[in-house]
């Protein structure tokens, strides 16, 4: 089992930039895919980003392609999203997610990613 704590969220006018960590714990994290997934009041919980366990390899939701980048840091057992040029639509809680296969793929499919964070709240002002 792996525990995830994400931090740095916020409150931003449109257009500004925002960088999200996510440190785990517990289970060897550098093993494992990492997933950021958000959340807006009333929706469903939609994919924002993956990245594999080596952090060679990222995908995107078509949303946030050439605005946010994922990177992780092994050493650290921490996961970031950078996130710029924000829009009020990105407003939703966003959770960071660890996936269930050892050295597994790239995935948006919710149900492959077994460990959640509390989630941080990001809100985009117009």
């Known amino acids: 089992q792996v525990q995830l704590v994400e931090s740095g969220g916020g409150l931003l006018q449109a257009g500004g930039s925002l960088t999200l960590s996510c440190v785990g714990s517990g289970r060897s994290f550098s093993n494992y895919p990492m997933a950021w997934f958000r959340q807006a009041p009333g929706k469903e919980r939609d994919f924002v980003s993956a990245?594999?366990?080596?952090?060679?390899?990222?995908a995107y939701a078509d949303s946030v392609k050439g605005r946010f980048t994922m990177s992780r840091d092994n050493a650290k057992n921490t996961v970031y999203l950078q996130m710029n040029s924000l829009k009020p639509g990105d407003t939703a809680v966003y959770y960071c997610a660890a996936g269930l296969r050892y050295h597994g793929g790239i995935t948006a499919n919710r149900a492959e990613y077994y460990s959640w964070g509390q989630g941080t709240q990001v809100t985009v002002s117009s």
């Open positions: 990245i594999t366990w080596s952090g060679k390899s990222t």
